[in-house]
């Protein structure tokens, strides 16, 4: 999806927000949710909810159906595996580093 300034959204910026996270956390636990059920967890209105959602959906993490007049959101969590990806290979890395750490702390007894 492309972001208000033509570019596709980053996950990574899209994940950046605390409340996006939030809202994200909230649709891990339900199939799906309309958006005045997503506003009423938050201090904001519907329309500084709604532009959340929109940055959660152009990073393809939440999918947008219209049910009648109301719209209801659901999850699409295959983006966060590049998050996990990324993560990953850094885990990795501090684990070879500690274990370095660790011989040359042996080492030095």
């Known amino acids: 999806m492309l972001s208000e300034k033509g570019q596709v959204r980053d996950v990574y910026d899209a994940v ?17 949710l309309p958006l005045y059920e997503i506003t009423v967890h938050f201090q904001m209105g519907r329309t500084a909810v709604s532009k959340h959602l929109a940055i959660l ?7 947008a159906r219209k049910v009648g007049r109301e719209t209801r ?10 998050i996990q990806d990324w993560v990953s290979f850094y885990e990795g890395f501090w684990k070879e580093r500690m ?9 030095e007894k």
């Open 99 to 107: 274990l370095k750490l660790n011989q040359l702390l042996e080492e």
């Open 16 to 32: 950046a927000d605390p409340t996006r996270r939030k809202i994200l956390q909230m649709l891990t636990d339900v199939e799906e």
């Open 73 to 82: 959101y659901r999850l699409n969590a295959k983006p966060l595996k590049e």
């Open 57 to 63: 959906k152009e990073a393809d993490l939440v999918v």
